[in-house]
């Protein structure tokens, strides 16, 4: 079955400090994974997703993230967190249920504390 | 665009209350799905649609929740009668194809 893996529940980095989210997934084929952002009491907005191609991905914000296939990892980073980038952030990976459709998975989150 | 609309934003319902949601797809986009987020349990997708079609409605949790898309502009999940465990907020998104999900602001639904 698919799933998502967000080890770390909450994580807490400074204003400046560079930042890794962990996202492991589970999927039998070549998965298409995205990277969420949700700031409170706000939608989920896409940072960036990878398809195929090059495994690092260039995403809104600053953040990028790379595909490990051998570890089925997809982890996010940022060289260095704003203020603003306080928020939760959910790893997707759409599985594919016929052809041509999908659905998408999501981890259970990380929430992102920044302390000035 | 205005993106995904959903309404109303907040609902404050009593316990055996019918709830309805509704949510406003972007215009062309051609997948609907509507997702519940709890502490708890997460983002949990209920229901999809696809050209207004309902294709896996295998999340949904109980009888008392049903969902329809009468025309490709509108969506509605309705929870009759509703209970406290319901309390959540719920997310309605739609994509074209393969595309991203572009989500709603969610109706954060209370049930005393």
């Known amino acids: 079955a698919q799933s998502v893996t967000q080890p770390d529940i909450h994580i807490t980095v400074s204003e400046g400090a560079s930042l890794e989210l962990r996202c492991n997934y589970s999927?039998?084929?070549?998965?298409?994974l995205f990277w969420y952002v949700q700031s409170p009491g706000q939608g989920l907005q896409l940072l960036l997703k990878y398809f195929s191609g090059d495994t690092l991905v260039q995403g809104i914000k600053g953040f990028e993230a790379e595909f490990k296939r051998s570890q089925s990892s997809f982890n996010l980073r940022k060289p260095s967190v704003h203020w603003s980038d306080a928020a939760e952030y959910f790893c997707a990976v759409g599985a594919l249920v016929s052809a041509g459709t999908y659905k998408y998975i999501f981890g259970t989150g990380t929430r992102l504390k920044v302390l000035a | 665009d205005a993106g995904v609309i959903q309404s109303p934003r907040h609902e404050v319902t009593e316990m055996g209350q019918e709830v309805t949601l509704r949510c406003k797809p972007i215009?062309?986009?051609?997948?609907l799905f509507w997702y519940r987020q709890t502490m708890m349990r997460g983002l949990e997708l209920l229901i999809y649609?696809?050209?207004?079609?309902?294709?896996?409605d295998s999340g949904m949790p109980e009888d008392r929740f049903s969902a329809k898309m009468p025309n490709a502009s509108f969506s509605t999940l309705k929870i009759q009668p509703s209970e406290p465990r319901d309390s959540a907020v719920y997310f309605c998104?739609?994509?074209?194809?393969?595309?991203?999900?572009?989500f709603g602001s969610g109706t954060r639904l209370t049930v005393v």
């Open positions: 998104a739609s994509s074209f194809s393969l595309g991203d999900y572009t």
């Open positions: 649609f696809n050209n207004n079609v309902p294709i896996d």
């Open positions: 999927y039998g084929a070549t998965p298409y």
């Open positions: 215009s062309g986009h051609d997948y």
